[in-house]
């Protein structure tokens, strides 16, 4: 079963998720049970209170919860016949539904020769990573911000993402809790406390009345250099080279340590000089830098308005850069461009690349009035940034995004009721599938034509003739690398049956796959040996499916 | 022989200000009495010293200090705590050092500048820096299970102008294992609050919720134990919380147009505001929110039109409460009339252009004062700048402690809103009631008080305290004492008064007359009329016994 659904409630009408559904049917005494152990995944041992609960799947309310002994067991008696989520959690364990993986898990079946008893619940053990951040003389550096980032299959494809942010405390200390078994990467970002940006001193008068000119000499600004300094962003093991990091591979209730120690080094002076810069109308400059995957850090440089025209900026390591340069007087503007900081440089903004502007219109079938919920979304697939706009009454929609970028895009519309995005043309930009092709500082304009009605693909997956649970069922459209928006996914059930919902007319592939959660199923060539023994479902307007699979 | 004369040179030369504005203190590092020789300018000097730990003594290595010499210059210290600056021209110069974990001044209010002369026969200059303390500790339930995300707070309490207040001294929220450090603390007096906090339970969808607690076991500040925490002192507070149902209140505010602002908040019986939110929507003027049983007085603010709307509902909770209905009426706006009437023998004392009279006086409002939520109200002028109004704008309902100011030579001589005499009355303002405009009058044959303190043995007087001797808290005045004893105050209300002379003022909450009347005892009592200029001698109070 699919736990999407509940992300989806705010990009889906709710009714057309449950429509036809396998509710239990009115209380009556019932003589169906589901018992189980809950144990330890790592170890097998019963674990004693543990918060267990069941309710009905694809609903909220009827829930039930108890807690259990000291032998691990859970019993809920007088069941209607249906289908169940269950989830347990305890201290040191979060909470976890059965068999889980990313957002879907095991349901359990409950009726006449349906198996629901005798069921092992492995729960994982939190993992947690904590670590002290010191300077280059080994005192603790306070107020630092560690992130932590997982290597993780996200939507399909490995992406290394950022997943929480910490500050240390007065002893350096940072402390990241909760975690899954997975791969991390440390990084820190922090200011030595001592750092005097050079634009920062200001000039004081001796009090002897001589308004003494500025004695900083060449000798004080060397003598100053040892405070002009910056920490760059720190890899764990103490490294300011991404590829350089080293993974902490966490396995479930694993404790790992990871210190980091900064070191200073002379901070860097950018002049950026460019004549639309206008301190009056409000302009403002900001350097970023790319840590892992999609994750983008402000760097703590100090920005300087010098006059008209010229900005400094202080406090630089050197590094790769992204500069991205705003304008908020009348006509709002933004501009980025990728620099190589190594020394003090003089940086011309002239041929930054500028923001795209995306505009479009969204058609309902048969002219229906579009629901103003509705959303357009653009995923860059390969970066894994996304831009997204309203959708007004008329359909209109308007892409109001400064930093915005050009690329590849896959269009989808949400929160339009029983229906699902077919089609997309452009003037601007070139179009394949519902992939659109955005180039630097153009203006496109797009035209989204939407289905007349969804399908909905049920079925089971078997293995030797019997339902089989826990497999990852993929609905795989014919041209996967320009539609991967279509693509539905799910897990099978303790009969083995799933749910697949909201899909777009069409033909697909089902595959069923036994251990495919670590499949990179966005990738073709990593599903593709799995196409060929898969079941065809052409899927019509509206029709329903009952399909039959085979586990791979 | 130059380590006594150090010593000497860093004992601090204190000088006080009493006024509305912080103490300034200043720390004279050198002989500034000593003439210095005609030097050639050409000559330079080194300025040498050290930093250590006010406290234990103890040199602080790699701390950071740092002159204004011409340019600013820094230096680090070294592993014994030395630091130097070379090649410096002859004159003054701030100086200042810095480090994690320390404070340079006891509160940032002390606007502390230490000057160092730079010349010939120049001693090693001493910096003190105060450490941290921290306070750190473990928060569990009823089953002895740590309690996570847990918001803690650490309450500052600090006598200011002699009036005590609360403030906020920094906040965490629990660990994974219910443990929460809370460092850069301040030597002071600080409670500790563990909650008010919900746990939404994602099993079962329901919440449970923690009542604040102040360590270590109250459930209001005032009958919570303050810890007193010493520089670089580390204390350790344990709380044990237990999980308490929470209900559901909602019902609807009358507001005038769907879009209009509004605010709506909980305040518990101490008059705290809670953490727990309430919303508002999703049907326009409708509400709800959770919490734990106990008694609460919701507090709606609206505006309509710019105009500030308000009422205030008395909540007693111990199950699910549909149907609360809160009928905001326009908040209050209290005109001021000031009056200044030239009443001295020696004719008018206004100097220079015609000031507006709305312009001589100030009056302040306080409501909840010395609490963690104090709201403060300040008449402003309005209208023609040649003849402005004065105005107390938005007030809701509830009372006010008043204070009414009025710049020399001017003294307030009477405040009052209809019957209420505020120089000694609190202001209550009740919704849908008209408060009656305040009138102020000013009179300009004020009385000086001037004499000196009887100085006993070796302790320094540093303040004068003079109090109305009819309990009236705001009218309250201090002045500073010279090195010599003497003091002097001027433009003082005729009437009878208790002086008071302090060796300290720091942390003495001398506004409080249950404080003061400790004191009295000791008090010279003088009765002032207009235009006397009176002279006195004060005994020397110690404020610590």
């Known amino acids: ?552 | 022989m130059p380590r006594a004369l150090a010593l000497r040179a860093s004992r601090w030369t204190v000088l006080l200000l009493f006024c509305t504005c912080p103490p300034v203190i200043i720390q004279s590092l050198a002989q500034i009495s000593l003439q210095l020789p005609s030097s050639n300018p050409e000559t330079r000097y080194t300025l040498s010293g050290s930093v250590i730990n006010s406290i234990t003594g103890a040199p602080i290595p790699r701390a950071l200090v740092q002159i204004y010499a011409g340019a600013e210059r820094l230096a680090f210290t070294d592993a014994s705590g030395q630091f130097q600056f070379e090649g410096l021209a002859p004159g003054e110069t701030r100086i200042d050092a810095r480090k994690p974990g320390f404070f340079d001044v006891p509160h940032p209010d002390y606007l502390m500048q230490t000057m160092v002369k730079i010349g010939p026969q120049m001693q090693p200059v001493i910096l003190n820096l105060i450490p941290e303390g921290v306070i750190y500790g473990h928060i569990q339930d009823g089953l002895g299970e740590p309690i996570e995300g847990l918001p803690v707070k650490v309450i500052a309490v600090r006598i200011a102008e002699g009036k005590k207040r609360v403030e906020s001294g920094g906040n965490r929220t629990t660990d994974e294992d219910g443990n929460f450090r809370i460092a850069d603390i301040r030597p002071g007096s600080y409670y500790v609050e563990a909650g008010p906090g919900t746990r939404l339970d994602r099993l079962s969808g329901r919440h449970a919720g923690y009542s604040a607690l102040f360590y270590p076991t109250a459930h209001d500040l005032s009958s919570a134990m303050p810890f007193q925490i010493g520089p670089g002192q580390q204390v350790d507070a344990n709380f044990s919380l237990k999980a308490e149902p929470m209900f559901h209140l909602s019902g609807t505010v009358a507001c005038l147009a769907p879009d209009d602002g509004v605010n709506l908040r909980l305040l518990d019986r101490s008059g705290e505001y809670l953490s727990f939110s309430v919303g508002y929507g999703p049907a326009p003027c409708q509400f709800q929110a959770e919490v734990l049983s106990g008694s609460y007085t919701f507090v709606v603010n609206s505006w309509h039109e710019g105009a500030l709307l308000s009422a205030e509902i008395a909540l007693n909770v111990n199950s699910d409460l549909t149907g609360i209905s809160a009928v905001p009426s326009p908040a209050h706006s209290i005109p001021i009339a000031v009056r200044a009437e030239s009443t001295s023998r020696s004719g008018p004392q206004r100097r220079g252009t015609k000031e507006p009279n709305a312009y001589l006086a100030s009056i302040h409002l306080s409501a909840n004062a010395g609490s963690l939520n104090q709201s403060d109200y300040q008449a402003q002028p309005e209208g023609d700048p040649k003849n402005p109004s004065l105005v107390l704008r938005n007030l809701p309902s509830g009372k006010y402690s008043v204070e009414v100011n009025a710049s020399a030579p001017w003294y307030v001589q009477s405040a009052q809103s209809g019957g209420t005499d505020l120089l000694r009355e609190e202001l209550t303002v009740t919704g849908g009631v008209q408060t009656p405009p305040i009138e102020i009058v000013l009179h300009d044959d004020g009385a000086t008080l001037s004499g000196k303190v009887d100085v006993g043995q070796s302790v320094r007087p540093t303040a004068v305290v003079l109090a109305p001797d009819h309990g009236s808290t705001t009218q309250t005045k201090s002045g500073n004492v010279s090195d010599g004893g003497d003091f002097a105050l001027q433009g003082l209300a005729p009437g009878n008064y208790n002086v008071l002379a302090f060796d300290l003022m720091d942390g003495l909450e001398y506004a409080n007359p249950e404080v003061l009347n400790r004191f009295l005892s000791r008090a010279t009592h003088v009765t002032l009329l207009p235009d006397e200029e009176r002279k006195i001698t004060v005994e020397l109070t110690k404020a610590g016994n």
């Open chain 1, 1 to 552: 079963m699919s736990l999407l659904r509940i992300l989806f409630v705010i990009v889906l009408p709710l009714a057309a998720l449950s429509q036809q559904q396998n509710l239990p049917s009115r209380p009556t005494q019932q003589p169906f049970r589901i018992i189980g152990t809950v144990v330890n995944a790592i170890d097998g041992q019963p674990l004693s209170n543990a918060a267990v609960s069941i309710g009905p799947a694809e609903r909220d309310d009827q829930v039930q919860t108890m807690t259990t002994a000291e032998d691990g067991r859970f019993e809920f008696q007088n069941l209607n016949p249906g289908k169940y989520w269950l989830a347990a959690q305890r201290r040191g364990f979060s909470l976890q539904r059965l068999d889980e993986h990313e957002y879907f898990s095991t349901a359990i079946a409950v009726g006449p020769n349906l198996e629901s008893e005798g069921l092992v619940f492995r729960l994982r053990p939190d993992a947690a990573i904590s670590g002290t951040v010191t300077d280059e003389q080994n005192e603790a550096v306070r107020g630092a911000q560690a992130m932590l980032f997982s290597a993780a299959l996200e939507e399909g494809k490995s992406a290394t993402q950022i997943r929480g942010r910490a500050m240390t405390d007065d002893r350096g200390s940072y402390h990241f809790g909760h975690l899954t078994p997975g791969t991390y990467f440390v990084a820190v970002s922090a200011q030595p406390w001592y750092a005097e940006m050079r634009q920062a001193r200001r000039q004081i008068v001796f009090t002897d009345g001589n308004a003494s000119t500025d004695q900083s000499s060449n000798e004080t600004e060397l003598q100053q250099s040892e405070f002009d300094v910056t920490y760059p962003v720190t890899y764990y093991a103490s490294t300011t080279d991404r590829t350089g990091a080293t993974p902490l591979v966490l396995k479930a209730g694993e404790r790992a340590s990871a210190d980091i120690s900064l070191v200073a080094i002379p901070a860097l002076r950018m002049h950026i000089v460019d004549a639309s810069i206008d301190p009056s109308q409000g302009a403002g400059v900001f350097l970023t830098q790319r840590l892992f995957g999609n994750s983008v850090e402000q760097i703590p440089a100090q920005t300087t308005s010098i006059k008209k025209g010229e900005i400094e900026i202080s406090g630089v390591p050197p590094g790769q850069f992204v500069l991205t340069f705003q304008n908020f007087g009348k006509s709002p503007s933004s501009r980025e461009k990728e620099i190589e900081v190594s020394n003090d440089a003089e940086v011309d903004v002239a041929n930054a690349s500028v923001a795209p502007t995306i505009q479009g219109v969204v058609q309902l079938d048969g002219g229906r009035p579009m629901s103003h919920r509705a959303l357009v979304r653009l995923w860059n697939r390969a970066s894994g940034e996304t831009l997204g706009a309203q959708v007004s009454g008329k359909g209109e929609f308007e892409i109001r995004d400064n930093n915005a970028k050009p690329g590849r895009y896959e269009i989808s519309v949400f929160n339009v009721r029983g229906a699902l995005l077919k089609s997309v043309s452009a003037t601007g930009a070139q179009v394949v599938g519902h992939t659109v092709e955005i180039s630097s500082g153009t203006s496109v304009r797009l035209s989204l034509t939407m289905s007349s009605g969804v399908g909905r693909v049920n079925g089971t997956a078997l293995r030797d003739s019997k339902g089989y649970a826990g497999a990852m069922i993929v609905l795989v459209p014919q041209d996967l690398q320009n539609d991967s928006t279509l693509i539905r996914r799910d897990q099978s059930d303790s009969d083995g049956t799933f749910s697949l919902q909201n899909v777009l007319p069409g033909r697909y592939t089902l595959v069923a796959i036994e251990n495919g959660w670590n499949l990179e199923w966005l990738n073709l060539p990593a599903l593709q040996p799995y196409l060929m023994n898969g079941e065809m479902v052409d899927v019509s307007a509206r029709g329903k499916y009952n399909v039959k699979v085979k586990v791979q």
